[in-house]
């Protein structure tokens, strides 16, 4: 495979510590599949307690000088760092959509994207300011300044490889930190590559540390005890948030958690109908709707809901479900054998609850694997579970409403606060709909709403803390106060 890579020297099979390619200490290793043909791609290092403890280590002795460098100097480092990936774009995303089965096209956009935040907190890391504070009295100046926290665990997940590394680790390292990350266990690949091009740019040793494990628990568990370790960035399931937010809690580390989604659509009679399905079938269908921001409930008003439905079926049959590396494909296979049989139950007691089949319903019998048919169910109620489970499949379960109050008290009732969608001409609702939606992201007449210079992040059980934007660099900082008194 590495033979199609232009620079093959971007396959790694070892994790990096303290700027040293290594093995787990242990010896084992585990393998990095294609879920699109089963093929193995790579053997990496499955490292334990001791391999990340040793990471931490030399972060945390990174950091003493990383945080005294200054701030131009670490700008010019990410700078850098966004160059190398923006020139070795199609590779990242050859490796992307091998480990992790999304389109060639999408997962160019996905390294881009994701280069971007670099690109964003190389900026960031020149304003990072304080306050002169109004003292109690004139014997006294006061201050308020910002620091970096200290050593950072960034746990990732496997459905966006490249972004999702991008996202956490520019930020902390602009900041002044440094990071010992834990990529995803079917999606090491981008995230050794991309520490391989922060190496070339000059990122020095210990700043950024990738360790790779089978299974998340035994490293999750040092990187969340040690006490070395003052800040958690992790995005993936709620359960594991939470677990991982109640580990972190004997050591009062800082925590940012990107959770779990149950993101409404909501269609209301005035939206213009074409525009919704097509805003639909990008924020459903995308990455096979394997994302904590796909729409997971579909709400159409009832004067609508028949001419919506039909659109929705006709739009879905110009997709093109296949291996993310042939041509015209536009939605790859489902990231494992579980995410597989998870979304067939979902369908399944959807189906035997009373939702009828619009379109799709079951595994693609041509493909195999894990690849599932693009599904439209329709006459889907509240009581059905697809209604309040993340999919995280090509499933758009389609529910009939008949007013506003009605809606926005289902679209609410969830412990998840991500994102919401809305389709609407009625500048009141769209205020209504703003101020009463109980969610950290609320997109109006559009699917896609994500960039740097946006906030990403939920409210509720979705998660604690901001992406991006002028506010993301705040989650690896900290307020100090300076009093000096008796001038
Ligand atoms: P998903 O259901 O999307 O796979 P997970 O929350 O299981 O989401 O995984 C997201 C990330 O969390 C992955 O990198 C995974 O290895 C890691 N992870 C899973 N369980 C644990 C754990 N107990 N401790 C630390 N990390 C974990």
């Known amino acids: 495979m590495s033979a199609e890579l232009q620079d093959s020297t971007l396959l790694r099979y070892q994790s990096l510590i303290d700027g040293v390619w290594c093995d787990a200490r242990s010896g084992l290793t585990f393998e990095v599949r294609n879920p699109a043909s089963g093929e193995v791609l790579a053997q990496v290092p499955d490292m334990g307690a001791v391999d990340a403890r040793t990471a931490v280590e030399a972060a945390a002795v990174a950091f003493k000088d990383w945080r005294r460098r200054s701030a131009r100097e670490r700008m010019l480092i990410l700078r850098r760092w966004y160059q190398e990936i923006v020139d070795n774009a199609d590779d990242l995303a050859l490796l992307l959509t091998l480990e992790q089965g999304k389109p060639l096209a999408e997962a160019r956009a996905e390294v881009l994207s994701g280069a971007n935040f670099v690109d964003w907190f190389a900026a ?13 009295d004139n014997s006294r100046r006061e201050w308020a300044t910002r620091h970096p926290v200290g050593v950072v665990a960034a746990i990732t997940p496997w459905n966006f490889p490249s972004s999702m590394v991008t996202r956490k680790v520019a930020p902390a390292l602009a900041a002044g ?36 494990a089978a299974h998340g628990a035994e490293v999750g568990g040092e990187l969340t005890s040690n006490p070395q370790v003052r800040k958690l960035s992790f995005t993936g399931s709620t359960a594991v948030g939470k677990l991982l937010m109640a580990q972190c809690a004997a050591t009062v580390k800082k925590v940012s958690l990107e959770l779990g989604g149950n993101a409404p659509f909501l269609v209301f009679e005035d939206a213009d109908l074409d525009e919704a399905v097509r805003g639909a079938i990008a924020i459903k269908f995308y990455n096979t709707g394997q994302t904590c921001i796909c729409a997971n409930r579909i709400m159409v008003h009832e004067r609508v809901y028949d001419a919506f439905l039909e659109r929705l079926a006709r739009a879905v049959g110009t997709l093109a479900l296949g291996e993310g590396t042939r041509e015209g494909v536009t939605q790859g296979p489902l990231i494992n054998p579980a995410a597989f049989e998870k979304v067939s139950a979902l369908v399944d007691d959807a189906v035997s609850s009373g939702a009828t089949v619009v379109t799709g319903g079951g595994g693609d019998a041509g493909l195999g694997g894990t690849f599932y048919q693009l599904t439209v169910l329709g006459d889907v109620t509240p009581a059905m579970k697809v209604f309040n489970t993340e999919i995280f499949g090509p499933v758009a379960p389609v529910y009939r409403f008949s007013d506003e109050e009605e809606v926005i008290r289902l679209a609410n009732e969830t412990p998840y606060g991500l994102a919401a969608y809305a389709y609407t001409r009625d500048l009141g609702r769209i205020f209504r709909l703003n101020e009463q939606l109980e969610y950290g992201m609320v997109g109006v007449n559009t699917p896609r709403f994500v960039s740097e210079t946006v906030p990403f992040g939920g409210v509720k059980e979705s998660g604690i803390g901001r992406e991006g934007s002028v506010y993301g660099i705040d989650e690896f900082l900290e307020i100090r106060y300076l009093c000096l008194a008796g001038l």
């Open 124 to 136: 960031e890391a020149m304003r990072v300011m304080g306050d002169i504070l109004p003292p109690a």
């Open 177 to 212: 930190c440094t990071v010992v990350l834990k990529p995803a266990e079917d999606t090491p690949l981008s995230a050794l590559a991309l520490a391989t091009l922060a190496e070339r740019a000059g990122v020095p040793a210990g700043v950024f540390n990738v360790v790779t």
